[in-house]
């Protein structure tokens, strides 16, 4: 078992920055790929950004990339989301996720665990 735990949320106004943390614990986690989603009030959940246990695959939403930054420290079982420049389309619940193996996968479908998820407002 894996427990994520999410923070770093708010409100903040466009063009400004937050950085999301997942604090993970449980099973071994620098073995586990992470990813970033969210969801929007009446939408499904959408991939945002993944990263493998090496740190060495990232990727990322076409909506985010060059905005968000995702990183690891398995040192400290914690992965993070740099969110700059953001848009009111941000807005949304995110949510970390620890996949089944050691990869970076964009579908929700290959993550087992699952954080409670963090609110991020951004006003106009």
């Known amino acids: 078992q894996v427990q994520l735990v999410e923070s770093g949320g708010g409100l903040v106004q466009a063009g400004d920055s937050l950085r999301l943390s997942c604090a993970a614990s449980?099973?071994?986690?620098?073995?586990?790929?992470m990813g970033w989603f969210r969801q929007a009030p009446g939408k499904e959940r959408e991939f945002v950004a993944a990263?493998?246990?090496?740190?060495?695959?990232?990727y990322y939403a076409d909506s985010v990339k060059g905005r968000f930054t995702i990183s690891r420290e398995n040192a400290k079982n914690t992965v993070y989301l740099q969110m700059n420049s953001l848009k009111p389309e941000d807005t949304a619940v995110y949510y970390c996720?620890?996949?089944?193996?050691?990869?970076?996968?964009?579908?929700?479908?290959?993550?087992?665990?699952w954080g409670q998820g963090t609110q991020v407002t951004v006003s106009s």
């Open positions: 996720a620890a996949a089944s193996n050691s990869f970076a996968y964009y579908s929700p479908t290959y993550y087992n665990y």
């Open positions: 990263i493998s246990w090496s740190a060495t695959s990232t």
């Open positions: 449980g099973r071994t986690f620098s073995r586990n790929g």
